[in-house]
């Protein structure tokens, strides 16, 4: 997520007071919130799902449309998600 530098701060006060709701959410196992080393505006959301229709309850969920409704208007540019699995561990 590439934020504006007003949205910065406006952001991690969103994050940080819906982080435990999040992490909290059935079937959420796991929550990071990384900052790009290069870029100071840029931040990406790491989190675990037991499975595809934990995540999609998240995302029909009140909690998610509140918070994102929220994000989504500090951005400076589009954002971009990604759903993952993992493929080799070493």
């Not at 949205?7 to 994050?15: N, R, S, T, W, Y």
């Not at 435990?20 to 079937?27: H, K, L, M, Q, S």
């Not at 990071?32 to 229709?53: F, G, R, V």
């Not at 929220?70 to 998600?81: C, W």
Request: charged share 25%.
């Amino acid at each position: 997520m590439h934020f504006t530098d007003a949205g910065v701060d406006e952001f991690l006060q969103i994050f940080n007071a819906n982080k435990e709701a999040i992490r909290n959410f059935e079937g959420c196992t796991h929550l990071q919130l990384l900052k790009d080393y290069d870029n100071p505006n840029t931040y990406t959301t790491l989190s675990h799902w037991k499975n595809a229709e934990s995540l999609e309850r998240y995302r029909k969920s009140e909690l998610f449309g509140n918070v994102w409704g929220r994000v989504k208007t500090l951005f400076a540019e589009r954002s971009q998600a990604f759903s993952l699995q993992k493929f080799i561990e070493l």
